[in-house]
């Protein structure tokens, strides 16, 4: 079995690349007071791998779900059990559900009765 071995000073210098980078973005990022809560879905596009799967809500934003790279705002991910199609809330099943993220500790779940606020995040 082949082992990929890393050094101690390697691990370090990667980690302090990483919080570095992290402490950077957190400390430039402005947020604004938008708020999701109450707005409801009126359309939910869901792209078979996710990419490309959007949200509309109520207030006329899309969101779009176009990277894993989780220090990017907005950020739309796409959760609960919808399968591919084009949804409306009329035509969405329970659990279906997109997540917008506003910001590093702004973070909205959107199903068919509305959006609240997820306050599970560090």
């Not at 879905?41 to 078979?48: A, V």
């Amino acid at each position: 079995m082949n082992k990929f071995i890393i050094t101690e000073q390697e691990r370090s210098r990667i980690l302090d690349m990483h919080k570095k980078r992290t402490s950077n973005h957190y400390l430039m990022e402005q947020v604004s007071g938008d708020t999701l809560e109450g707005l409801t879905i009126k359309s939910l596009d869901i792209k078979k791998g996710s990419f490309g799967t959007s949200v509309t809500l109520s207030n006329g934003n899309t969101y779009t779900y176009t990277s894993e790279d989780v220090t990017t705002f907005p950020q739309m991910v796409y959760s609960g059990w919808c399968g591919s199609g084009k949804f409306t809330p009329d035509t969405m099943t329970e659990g279906c559900s997109a997540t917008v993220t506003l910001g590093p500790n702004l973070r909205f779940e959107c199903d068919k009765q509305g959006c609240k606020k997820v306050d599970d995040i560090e």
